[in-house]
């Protein structure tokens, strides 16, 4: 049986929520109507690769439609051996400037072609599920603490594995009602315990530190705005046991009762009442980005190429707006990509 290896580089996404996040999940098995999305093993929140792949096809679109050779830029459908150029013209006359951008070759090599042309070929792009990395929780001193666990960070480095990276040094893991805080200090820790929400726990042997330093420099964003959120991340970071921290990012969402009312009468409108779930401000996810060589039929851009290309695009983004509610101000997201050397699959 022979086996395809195939050449791809690949890059780091940290998502950082600015304001409250909804990655719906679209049905309810509980008391909230409208839960977010959560892994079925783990229960933590998580947003699923195809939404985030879609956003970040939308994003770079944008960024193309804005461009002033927009119409003169090469499409996926273009056939130069049967059409004639003002063939070509004509076809791209009326259309939108985002339909523009949607058909050329710079987005579908990345993204693969619009739906109408979906069976041409596949997008160079891989995205994986957002993972959660750091989840805020209320602290009784310090404001709040992030929280990871060891399950979360050995997960990390195995997915930086795939990009040819190692992680960061794990620290032990605690016993439950234990953490580990960062050496140096923890703001939120006081007399050798710190409080999140109603539970309190020991500060234990060990060291958070080069978790929060690797993850301030490498998932939060690089830019100046992000400098005093940096420092903070590295003294308010706490790893607990996998239990406790399973128990927060279960319950310690926000949850938040929806109302539609009667304009006439100011009553509740019948089924307007209902429950929605957020992620709080904060919370940080990271994705990893895979990108293989272009798939069209004539060929293309290679893999390093098509990365450079996406990492320009990305860098153009200082915010992102991740899951609903937009209208609202829901999901705005701190984007961070950062490219890596790749591997082989």
Not at 214 to 230: E, F, G, I, S
């Amino acid at each position: 049986m022979n086996e395809t290896r195939t050449t791809w580089k690949g890059g780091l996404l940290g998502l950082h929520a600015l304001t409250a996040l909804h990655p719906g999940a679209g049905a309810a098995l509980g008391t909230v109507d409208l839960p977010v999305q959560r892994e079925r093993h783990t229960h933590w929140p998580n947003i699923a690769g195809s939404a985030l792949k879609g956003i970040l096809r939308d994003a770079c679109r944008e960024d193309i439609a804005r461009r002033d050779d927009l119409g003169h830029l090469e499409r996926y459908d273009d056939n130069k051996e049967k059409d004639k150029p003002e063939d070509r013209a004509g076809r791209r006359k009326g259309s939108s400037r985002r339909d523009l951008a949607d058909a050329t070759l710079l987005l579908t090599e990345l993204f693969g072609p619009p739906t109408g042309g979906s069976g041409e070929f596949a997008g160079a792009v891989s995205v994986t599920d957002a993972r959660l990395l750091a989840f805020p929780v209320r602290s009784l001193k310090g404001v709040f603490a992030w929280i990871t666990c060891p399950a979360v960070l050995e997960r990390l480095q195995r997915d930086l594995a795939l990009l040819g990276e190692a992680g960061p040094t794990l620290p032990q893991e605690p016993q439950d009602e234990q953490a580990i805080v960062c050496a140096g200090g923890c703001v939120c820790a006081v007399n050798g315990s710190l409080v999140l929400e109603e539970f309190d726990f020991k500060v234990a042997t060990g060291d958070a530190k080069p978790a929060a330093d690797w993850a301030a420099a490498n998932v939060l964003p690089d830019t100046p705005a992000y400098a005093a959120t940096r420092r903070r991340f590295a003294g308010q970071l706490v790893v607990l046991s996998n239990n406790d921290f399973t128990h927060f990012a279960r319950h310690a969402t926000e949850v938040t009762a929806r109302i539609g009312l009667n304009y006439d009468t100011k009553t509740v409108k019948d089924g307007a009442l209902f429950y929605q779930e957020f992620l709080p401000a904060e919370t940080l996810f990271y994705s990893v980005v895979l990108v293989n060589a272009a798939r069209t039929r004539t060929g293309g851009a290679d893999a390093a190429a098509l990365l450079q290309s996406l990492g320009g695009y990305l860098g153009k983004i200082p915010v992102l707006q991740v899951g609903g509610d937009e209208t609202t101000g829901k999901g705005f997201c701190g984007l961070r990509f950062r490219q890596t050397s790749g591997g082989t699959s």
